[in-house]
């Protein structure tokens, strides 16, 4: 058995490179382990077993092995029936990668959040409400690598009012106005909204999606998206 092997794991490939003259670079999202960098040897070649399997957005079942932080991909096996990404969900789709690979450190296992990411491309593939799923995925992004999103309590632990105006400071959560300067304004049913998935309301549509950009902005740093700036060129989502 090769050194630390692991066999059969379910994965998502989120983005890949090339690597020396005929090999690349994978980075992987596995359901225990969760990112890991691996080399795929001879990838690049025509005949290549694994250069057709390195798709994004489809469940594989992959086996690698190696104890530094390159490790060494060994083969790649469908895992799941094809999931098919159209237009601007497509771009939605490697938003979500791009925000993994920007946030997620490697081998820090987060099986919740591959299964929120694994719902969520099923979910961009119905094409019905590309912004709400792309909100979802982005709060429980941030939720699951333990970045506090308070929703329902203020940062003096009183309970968010549906009716009052606050203005929301990452890490410190929804404050009084006055208390402030940074940070966003928002209606306090916008925050309930969120804390309950619902964003049927267009007003929580719109203030969800400036708090989100905002905290993201925040964690992400200097560093723009370069799918972020895409989407708003496409539709604003």
């Given amino acids: 058995m090769a050194l630390n092997q692991q066999d ?9 490179y090339p690597f020396k003259e005929t090999s690349l670079v994978v980075e992987l999202f596995t359901q225990t382990h969760g990112r ?12 290549s077993a694994m250069r057709g399997m390195l798709q994004t957005f489809q469940k594989l079942s992959a086996t690698w092995s190696g104890k530094a932080e390159l ?31 920007r946030l997620l450190p490697r081998e820090d296992p987060h099986e919740q959040l591959f299964a929120y990411y694994q719902d969520t491309l099923k979910t961009l ?31 003096n632990g009183e309970v968010i009012d549906a009716d ?53 902005a925040h964690y992400l740093g200097d560093k723009p998206l370069h799918t972020r700036q895409l989407l708003i060129d496409l539709q604003g989502l």
């Fill in 125 to 155: 593939a119905k094409s019905v409400s590309l912004a709400t799923d792309l909100r979802r995925f982005e709060l429980n992004l941030l939720q699951e690598l333990g970045y506090a999103v308070p929703l329902t309590a203020d940062e």
């Fill in 8 to 16: 059969n794991q379910a994965v998502y490939v989120l983005h890949t």
């Fill in 71 to 101: 490790k060494n991909l060994h083969s790649l096996e469908w895992a799941e029936s094809l999931v098919d990404l159209p237009g601007e969900a497509l771009m939605c789709g490697f938003y979500l990668n791009e925000l993994l690979l």
């Fill in 164 to 216: 009052r105006q606050y203005r929301y400071e990452a890490e410190y959560g929804a404050c009084e106005l006055s208390a402030t300067k940074n940070g966003v304004q928002l209606q306090g049913r916008t925050l309930l909204d969120m804390a309950r998935g619902d964003y049927a309301d267009v007003q929580t549509q719109a203030q969800s999606k400036q708090l989100m950009r905002y905290l993201l």
């Fill in 36 to 47: 890991v960098t691996a080399v795929a040897k001879g990838a690049r070649r025509p005949r």
